[in-house]
């Protein structure tokens, strides 16, 4: 192997001009696709943690759906969103999972915002229990005025973008304490309006254009906007008072058909009266002198229906792990559920960043084959150019073994040596782009970097795959020259 290696060595040396052209070749697609790839690396990144940091969480659980399904609605027009079945049950098994570090219930829907009968604008609308959605994500959002909603409080709360917009439509602003008519439309409820007052007005820490139209609802307005379920059917227990004054008339009495029950042949045929003390307390207690409102529990809002539970790791690595237990869970518990990640979650800006990128590695992949023709045809014409020194090692001795080693080591040398010329190159490039950083000029590459200014950091994928990219470059390129030289007589080439 020595002598094979000091023989390549001489020969890139003796023909330094077509090494150089072959070396310049692949060291530029190389820095090209390690920029591009660490590009895209860095974008996605910067996308999947902003996502799963403050607004999809690692995990999240849906009902069964046809189609695609992300936090921002379905994208099937003739079925709406489904609930999660046995809510509560799905809740009490995540919060056992050690695991978790937080789960977060969410609803969303879509509706129109109006203000003195006239449409001023449309919301994208999360349905929330407001202390899980801070505790999931504590620092995701900045109240501008107001404040963040209670526990059990019903109102909404105004992204900026969206308040700017009906300010400018009002000619003056909109701040918390307004009333605004909210119009939403389901295939499940029909059209339905809700009043609802602004409680505040923010900000994402870390917007994009799709997240930065949501505004946070209470759960209860949302669910009536959407046509969702609100209550569950429970017993009803009748307090002694209540059973006196309805005295001895029974479910018989009244719906049996007998000659004793309400509706029978005759009407009232005796009466008896049952008497007993009731106080004027007594009877405010039964019919009340004026409406009454139960107070609002935080955890009634766990009875109710919601679109999505959003799950938060403590460790990224343990998503396998959870995701086979959930699994399990649902099966024997027969609750029919899908599990999806952070990209199905984020939608269309998942699958925009993963789309540039594949059309990247396509245009990549173009490149290269042009790089392996120029390569390929490089080598061709080394190799006929040594038709006399090839002919003169196999008339010697040498095996046809031994000149393929020589080409296709030569050709790796070329490959290896220039493939990390461009790597460094590449990873300088880098370096500067990161100090000075590439500012997104419109909301197309304000999706494709994830924010306002990108700073790509050198991506380890990026170098291994540009490294055996090219290595499978170099091989691939030396193939028919290999060929060429074996197909040398020795004698015809002494003679050339």
Known sequence: MSVILKIAFRNLRQHKTKTLIIGIIISIGIAVLVIGNSL?????????????????????IT???????????????????????????????????????AYNPRATHLAVISIN?????????????????????????????????????????????????ISKKLDRPVAPGDSILLTGMSLAGGTRVREVEIKAIFRFRNPDPQIE???????????????????????????????????????????????????GDVLVDQVTVVQQALSEEDL???????????????DEDFSGAWHFLLLKLKNPRHIGTVQRKLNEFFQEEGI???????????????KMSTGVKTVFNI???????????????????????????????RAIGAQKSFVRKMITIETILISGIFGTIGVLFGAVVLLILNLVGIPATNIFLQIIF????????LSLSAVVMSLVTVTVIGVVASLYPVSVALKIQPVKAMQS
């Open 40 to 60: 895209l690396d860095t974008a996605t990144s910067g996308i999947r943690q902003t996502y799963i940091d403050n607004y999809t969480g690692h995990i999240i």
């Open 63 to 101: 009902g069964r759906h046809r189609g695609e399904l992300s936090l921002f609605g379905s994208n099937s027009m003739d079925e709406p969103i489904p609930v999660i079945p046995e809510f509560e049950t799905v809740l009490e098994f995540v919060s056992s999972l050690p695991e978790v570090e």
């Open 117 to 165: 009968d006239k449409v001023r604008g449309f919301a994208q609308l999360f349905g929330i229990e407001p202390t899980l959605y801070r505790q999931m994500f504590p620092d995701n959002l900045e109240i501008i005025a107001g404040e963040f909603l209670a526990p059990g409080e019903e109102g909404i709360m105004l992204s900026e973008i969206t308040a700017d917009q």
């Open 213 to 263: 139209m949501v505004s946070l609802l209470d759960i209860t307005n949302l669910r009536a906007l959407a046509g969702m379920n609100v209550q569950r059917a429970s017993e009803i227990v009748l307090e002694e008072t209540e059973e006196a004054l309805l005295g001895e008339i029974s479910e018989e009495m009244l719906f049996g058909g007998t000659e004793d029950s309400l509706f």
């Open 284 to 298: 405010l207690d039964i019919f009340g002198d004026e409406p009454q409102t139960p107070p609002i529990d935080a």
């Open 336 to 350: 029919e559920v899908s599990l999806q990640g952070w990209t199905e979650g984020a939608g269309v800006m998942a």
């Open 363 to 393: 245009i990549i992949l173009i490149v290269a084959v042009v790089a392996v023709i120029i390569i390929m045809n490089t080598l061709v014409i080394s190799v006929t150019e040594r038709i006399a020194e090839i002919g003169t090692m």
């Open 450 to 457: 994830g924010g306002e200014v990108l700073r790509p950091t």
